[in-house]
């Protein structure tokens, strides 16, 4: 189960942190990944984080938000972060944390096993 929290209404330019807390105790084994839906969009991939079992963390971001958001986990903490900073507008939208044990295909959506129920963001200009 994941569970999202930290969306809420910002201004343009502004910064938020989500954070994703999973339950159960294999959550390190999983590459977590954030997605977007805005209104009459399909969902869309934002940024996912792998980890190689050791020190390594891998990051991937799609382009329009690299520079501006920062994808992090804490495995002891079974909880994965979005920062995001430099808000704008087109940001605006539900915001899904999930989990999948494929590291390869962390851009696709289909390859997802676990959703969390999604969290509001809502930037004004």
């Known amino acids: 189960q994941l569970v999202e929290s930290g969306g809420g209404l910002v201004q343009a330019g502004g910064s938020l942190r989500l954070s994703c807390t999973a339950s159960?105790?294999?959550?390190?084994?999983?590459?977590m990944g954030w997605f977007r839906q805005a209104p009459g969009k399909e969902r869309e991939f934002v940024c996912a984080i792998t980890w190689d079992g050791a020190r390594t963390y891998y990051t991937y971001y799609t382009d329009s938000v690299k520079g501006r958001f920062t994808i992090s986990r804490d495995n002891a903490k079974n909880t994965v972060y979005l920062q995001m900073n430099s808000l704008k507008p087109e940001d605006t939208a539900v915001y899904y944390c999930?989990?999948?044990?494929?590291?390869?295909?962390?851009?696709?959506?289909?390859?997802?096993?676990?959703w969390g129920q999604g969290t509001q963001v809502t930037v004004s200009s």
């Open positions: 159960g105790r294999t959550f390190r084994s999983y590459a």
């Open positions: 999930a989990a999948t044990i494929d590291s390869f295909r962390v851009r696709e959506l289909q390859a997802y096993n676990y």
